[in-house]
């Protein structure tokens, strides 16, 4: 089939000179694939039971999705089992050639990305600009990256003591688990896929019950591909019965989850109960953004506000904690709030859209339960507070100023369209109360003074610190948390490490000499 790279609907230049036109979402787009997809077939679930999925934005239900269980999940663990036997199609397949496929499925990505784009906002209201341009973006660079590395992935060569040689090899882990989140479940989806399928494992993925179209479409491009079948499954359903059943499943071998702490607490819990199964845990944040008085104070309260309400704020990485320098802790909030009150919040469909809804009823009360807590607190409320209108899941962007580190919306985590700013005195002190957290996802910090960016970057108990900017996340940069925001790295020759057994060969030589 004819890739569709250059053409109008991908946001490219129709003729030479032109200025590339602004990719339009596809109008009552027909949902295709709504069932299990095991060994490169659509399957119905084996209770015959459904779940629907909802339109944030427009409060309707979008379609009925197969709702796969323990059932379902064994026959896919044994389709991935099957594919990753010695002799199969899979594992016979060179290195080379797992990374044509990967490339494959990148072009595809490509060609299908309006598709996929408006599938994404529909599911999870993220504005449809944001979903062609970030996520689509981020899962077709993923991918390419990965395909690259197929055949780079080397052991080493180990001098020893007496007459012997000794080697190791990086094999393939074998059946690995995948369960996605529902904020960016494409993207997250090839965070996983990529490097697991890079390295030679199979997978079973359970997408986050919220949002888990995009995911099934994928089902269909790894056909068309040419991937063998059972190298990649997919089983919608909830997260206690089939989330669970992959956690505790005998034959899964790795699992990789993005979410919540409390749920990542589950997922190592099962795989210390089955079969003590390696865990990649990427989870919640409480992450702080610190801004020194000798800052480029423009780029620091822009980077701030696109880093706590990008995506509608429901993100791992928000600035949820913006620590400002005293003597300029006033300009910094005047300024944000301006930010805020020009924030556009509506259709996501809308090419001017800043912010879309919430994501569900049970996010979108939790978000306002924690606005009211800062004001009761004693947080000063700038500007937002409210749900927009009385249909969908829309709140206005909130900014609170005189923020304490004992109220909860410095606390916890929020995920949604809330700044709380913070004021600090010196250096020691905000090291000091950036770290009084159970948290280590993502810091950053805006200073024009190099000494003091290494100073605080050493200092901050997170896996990833940025300065002078947020959210620079790369296909080729690991990524991942310390403390209870998680375990092991994605993305980056270091996501290799996860999806690898390290095995040792030593060999004997003969004692003759020739």
């Known amino acids: 089939m004819a890739a569709l790279n250059g053409a109008v609907e991908n946001g490219q230049p129709e003729r030479k000179g032109a200025p590339p036109p602004l990719p339009r979402p596809l109008k009552n787009l027909a949902v295709q694939h709504t069932k299990i997809f ?33 059932a379902d999940v064994d026959k896919a663990v044994e389709a991935a089992k099957t594919a990753f036997q010695r002799g199969s199609a899979w594992r016979q397949m060179d290195a080379t050639s797992r990374g044509r496929l990967l490339h494959k499925l990148a072009d595809l990505l490509e060609r299908d990305r309006v598709v996929l784009a408006t599938l994404e906002t529909m599911d999870t209201g993220k504005p449809f600009l944001q979903a062609f341009f970030i996520d689509l973006e981020g899962c077709i660079k993923t991918l390419r990256y990965y395909a690259g590395w197929a055949d780079k992935i080397q052991g080493k060569t180990i001098p020893v003591d007496e007459n012997f040689v000794c080697f190791t090899r990086h094999e ?28 030679g494992n199979t997978l079973v993925v359970k997408p986050a019950e919220q949002t888990p179209l995009t995911s099934l479409y994928i089902g269909s491009l ?86 706590v309400f990008f995506n509608q704020g429901q993100c791992c990485t928000a600035a949820s904690r913006v620590f400002v ?24 469909f809308d090419a001017k859209t800043d912010q879309g809804p919430q994501i569900d ?20 409320l700038e500007c937002g507070g409210l749900a927009m209108g009385d249909r969908g899941l829309f709140i206005k962007p909130t900014v609170f100023s005189e923020v304490t580190d004992n109220m909860r919306i410095a606390k916890e985590e929020i995920f949604g369209p809330v700044q709380p700013i913070l004021k600090f005195k010196n250096l020691e002190e905000v090291i000091q109360r950036a770290n009084n957290t159970e948290y280590g996802l993502t810091a950053a910090v805006f200073t024009k003074n190099l000494d003091r960016a290494l100073t605080l970057a050493s200092a901050l108990q997170s896996g990833t610190v940025w300065v002078n900017c947020y959210t620079a996340l790369y296909a080729q940069a690991p990524f991942g948390g310390f403390k209870m925001s998680g375990n092991g790295r994605e993305l980056g020759e270091y996501a290799l490490a996860e999806y690898t057994e390290v095995k040792t060969v030593t060999i004997k030589l ?3 000499t020739h």
């Open 38 to 70: 095991i060994n490169n077939e659509w399957h119905e679930s084996k209770s015959g039971k459904k779940f629907s999925t909802y339109s944030p934005s427009r409060a309707e239900k979008i379609c009925d999705v197969e709702e796969g269980d323990k």
């Open 172 to 199: 393939p882990v074998g059946v690995c688990g995948a369960i996605t989140p529902w904020n960016f479940p494409l993207l997250m989806l090839i965070w996983k896929m990529a490097p697991a399928l890079c390295c």
């Open 222 to 307: 790894v056909k068309e591909a040419g991937f063998p079948p059972g190298v990649v499954n997919i089983v919608p359903g909830y997260g206690p019965t089939a989330g669970a059943a992959i956690s505790n499943h005998p034959d899964v071998d790795k699992i990789a989850f993005t979410g919540s702490t409390e749920v990542g607490k589950l997922i190592k819990e099962a795989a210390s109960k089955s079969n003590l199964k390696r865990v990649t845990l990427e989870l919640g944040g409480k992450n702080p953004c610190i801004v020194c008085a000798d800052a480029d104070l423009d780029l620091a309260v822009d980077c701030a506000h696109q880093g």
């Open 325 to 348: 320098e005293e003597p300029i802790y006033p300009e910094f909030v005047k300024r944000s709030v301006e930010y805020a009150k020009k924030r556009l919040v509506g259709d996501p």
């Open 361 to 380: 009823q049970k996010q979108f009360n939790k978000i306002l339960e924690l606005i009211e807590s800062g004001k009761k607190e004693g947080a000063k």
């Open 510 to 512: 003969s004692q003759k």
